[in-house]
């Protein structure tokens, strides 16, 4: 397509070669926007988009990853999390940090699954499971 002086183009590209004794194959596309959408239950239910080198995803579950520099909007936990019971919960909106169900050794090692520590504005406490408690924080 030609418009305004400038040309634009789509297209889709399936090729298949073989190089130095090993077959190598690729699919394409050159397109701005590039959407997958599931029809599964008759509704037009939008999967995945690649804009403007971003990709978004509706839902993505990763077996295994390494993942070098990550950015939370919002939250990251445990799918275990059950507030001051198990998991772990950080909030990347108000920087509170919570642990449940660990046994930190004399080196700091978790070596277990019996109490919570939990980071906020307040300081850090540890809690264990026979109900002490250790906190630290700032003097007023």
């Known amino acids: 397509m030609h418009y305004d002086g400038v040309d634009y183009d789509a297209g889709m590209v399936i090729g298949a070669e073989l190089k130095n004794g090993k077959v190598s194959t690729q699919i394409g596309f050159s397109v701005q926007t590039f959407i997958v959408y599931n029809p599964a239950n008759g509704k037009m239910e939008l999967m995945f988009i690649i804009k403007n080198g971003q990709v978004f995803l509706r839902t993505i579950f990763i077996d295994k990853g390494t993942i070098e520099e990550l950015l939370i909007g919002s939250v990251i ?60 924080s700032r003097r007023p």
């Open 77 to 136: 936990q445990s799918k275990n999390y059950q507030a001051g019971n198990t998991g772990f919960k950080i909030d990347g909106e108000t920087g509170i940090a919570e642990f449940n169900r660990l046994v930190i050794n004399k080196d700091f090692k978790i070596i277990g699954d019996a109490s919570k520590i939990v980071l906020d504005n307040t300081g850090l406490a540890v809690y264990s499971t026979s109900g002490g408690v250790i906190k630290l």
